[in-house]
């Protein structure tokens, strides 16, 4: 499921997703990391 060093990378990323989930930025980086590490190509849903 994770290549290389993501699963790390993934956890972290969550870790900080789930305190700063009110935030937009947070959301954000959530979102795009996401995207990236699931789907390789980009998504046609718009990014609220």
């Known amino acids: ?3 290389g060093g993501s ?3 993934h956890s972290a ?3 900080v997703a789930l305190r ?3 935030s937009p930025t ?6 795009g990391f996401r995207c990236a590490q699931s789907v390789p190509r980009p998504s046609p ?3 609220q």
């Not at 947070?26 to 979102?31: C, E, Q, S, V, Y």
């Open 20 to 22: 700063n989930r009110g």
């Open 1 to 3: 499921m994770f290549r």
């Open 45 to 47: 849903r718009p990014v």
């Open 13 to 15: 990323d969550v870790t």
């Open 7 to 9: 699963a790390l990378s």
């Open 26 to 31: 947070g959301r954000a980086i959530t979102i």
